[in-house]
């Protein structure tokens, strides 16, 4: 249902060999939301990520996932509905566009709705795509599998803004139809903003800005002091 909390973190701190990263975090995104997390290199957005996925584990806080405390165990994860796009790319290199997502969870036909462009791209191997064709693929394949939660991260690092608009829109479309909540970090605040409901913004591992997508447009400048100031 629209609205109800899939993923939440409580005062979440997050980091490397006990020592802390992120402090105290509080955020929440709701099924069908588009939500941002914003920050500087270093501020600790991926971290978040990794601790949210389950890849890390966390120092501190808790994370309420589908409603659970205790989440499956990390394998289990995807089958329950947890999507996780990491930085580095998630594709075979060496089989076709078309086998790439036909070894996703979900049908071919719904990841080519989401992302058209791949219909004329199947038959090629998908390590001679390009970096932005590569990453339609990634998240055609994960959008096509229905997920509950998404986590992206920074996926269109190095991308046109162009292709960074078209996967923003598919992720958009996707919560819209689907009812999938999205948390994604994001480099390119403008764009970002403008496809999310909610932000957040991250600075040294602390939460400085939060609110609505609407009142973070009109801080678009502010917000992006905190990148400057790192
Ligand atoms: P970026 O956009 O550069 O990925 P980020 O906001 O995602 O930035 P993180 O990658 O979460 O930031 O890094 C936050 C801090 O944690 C940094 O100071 C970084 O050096 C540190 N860090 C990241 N990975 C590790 C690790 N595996 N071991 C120890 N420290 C780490």
Do not use: C
């Not at 890849?55 to 806080?61: A, C, E, H, R, Y």
């Not at 589908?66 to 289990?76: E, I, K, N, W």
């Not at 076709?96 to 979900?106: H, I, K, T």
């Not at 999938?180 to 939460?207: K, T």
């Amino acid at each position: 249902r629209a609205g109800e909390t899939v993923l939440e973190a409580r005062k979440l701190s997050a980091g490397y060999g006990g020592v802390p990263v992120t402090h105290e975090l509080d955020l929440r995104v709701g099924a069908g939301e588009v939500v941002a997390l914003l920050g500087a290199n270093g501020a600790g957005k991926s971290t978040t990520l990794l601790t949210l996925a389950g890849v890390l584990g966390g120092l501190g806080g808790e994370v309420f996932w589908l409603g659970r405390t205790d989440p499956a165990p990390l394998h289990l994860r995807s089958r329950l509905g947890l999507a996780f796009i990491p930085e580095t790319r998630s594709i075979i290199a060496e089989l076709s566009a078309e086998d790439n997502l036909r070894l996703g969870r979900g049908p071919v036909d719904l990841a080519l709705e989401y992302v058209p462009e791949l219909k004329k791209l199947l038959k090629r191997r998908a390590g001679l795509l390009s970096g932005g064709e590569q990453q339609m693929l990634t998240l055609a394949r994960v959008l096509a599998a229905r997920p509950k939660v998404l986590l992206a991260d920074e996926m269109s690092l190095g991308l046109a803004p162009l292709i960074v608009e078209r996967l923003l829109a598919a992720i958009r479309r996707a919560a819209d139809e689907e009812a999938i909540g999205a948390l994604i970090v994001e480099q390119q605040v403008r764009n970002v903003l403008a496809v999310s409901d909610h932000a957040y913004v991250l600075r040294r591992g602390r939460l400085v800005m939060s609110g609505p997508a609407g009142e973070m447009r009109t801080r678009t400048d502010e917000i992006e002091s905190h990148y400057l100031a790192g």
